[in-house]
Nanobody, 124 residues
Framework: QVQLVESGGGLVQAGGSLRLSCAASGRTFSNYAMGWFRQAPGKEREFVAA????????YYADSVKGRFTISRDRAKNTVYLQQNSLKPEDTAVYYC?????????????????WGQGTQVTVSS
């Protein structure tokens, strides 16, 4: 089992920045690919960013490319999502997810473990 706990969400004005963290515990986290997803009210959960086991490969949704950066610190068992130039449409609950393979993916159904989520609200 892998336990994931997100933190770092909050209320920010448009154009501002936040850094989300996802602390993992349990099994060999360092061998897992990780992803960030988000869900706005009334919408499906959607892919935001993903990173492979080593951190050498990253993937982003077109809507956040150039503004968000995913990274991981394997020594701290933590994954980060740096969010810059935030927009009101980025408002959502952000979820961290782990995939029990080294390869990252955009498909949320391929992730095995999920955190409880952290709320990000961007005001205009």
């Amino acid at each position: 089992q892998v336990q994931l706990v997100e933190s770092g969400g909050g209320l920010v004005q448009a154009g501002g920045s936040l850094r989300l963290s996802c602390a993992a515990s349990g099994r060999t986290f360092s061998n897992y690919a990780m992803g960030w997803f988000r869900q706005a009210p009334g919408k499906e959960r959607e892919f935001v960013a993903a990173i492979n086991w080593s951190g050498s490969s990253t993937y982003y949704a077109d809507s956040v490319k150039g503004r968000f950066t995913i990274s991981r610190d394997r020594a701290k068992n933590t994954v980060y999502l740096q969010q810059n130039s935030l927009k009101p449409e980025d408002t959502a609950v952000y979820y961290c997810a782990a995939r029990s393979t080294v390869v990252a993916a955009r498909d949320r159904t391929s992730y095995d473990y999920w955190g409880q989520g952290t709320q990000v609200t961007v005001s205009s």
